[in-house]
């Protein structure tokens, strides 16, 4: 028999979430024009953050609407953190869909992953029906390498898992940092999509 979750099992599956995820972010919108009595207002000039950044990123905290949550996991084991690889998930408010949210936070975490973190690749799942996620991380410049042949159990029916991977050096192309010429290689799936498109991807909505 299935029973309601209680807070203390949420709070442990959040902290479990965090203990397994090298980055873990709410992303947030600010809208100024709503009755939110958190206003904010980004600081402009030459140098406009000075010495106050931590008052100003406290301030954008207070005034964000949680719209949404992006993940890069940890390896699953230890003897694997030398392949430097990591799983990302994003899930995005329905209402906030279709807005190009899902693509910039996730462009901005493969920024992260491969810029700062040192990562080599990046790979996610994503369910066959939803073609906008399908068309979205096509159109970001990654690359079907499989799909996993009705794996997800949705409904009533059952559904394929596309498996999608980026790697560093594709990253750096993409970015420019590289001739693209020395990669190598086919089209990613689905090629450039118009529009913003997004979908969902490791179960979650984008």
Known sequence: MFRPTSASASDALFDAFLDNSLLAVVIGHWDNNNNNNNKFAPPSGRNP?????????????AAALPIGVLYLSKPLRADMA???????????AEKFRGRGYGREAVGWALDW????AGLRRVELGCAEFNERAVGMFGGMGFRLEGRKREALFVAGEWFDLMEYGMLARE????????????MGGGDGDGGEVEGEGEGEGEGGEV
């Open 49 to 61: 953050y000075g010495s106050g950044l931590g008052e100003t990123l406290k301030a954008a905290q």
């Open 82 to 92: 030398h392949l430097r690889c990591a799983r990302l998930g994003v899930s995005i």
């Open 113 to 116: 992953a491969f810029g700062f």
């Open 171 to 182: 990253w750096e192309a993409l970015r420019g940092a590289v001739d693209p010429r020395l």
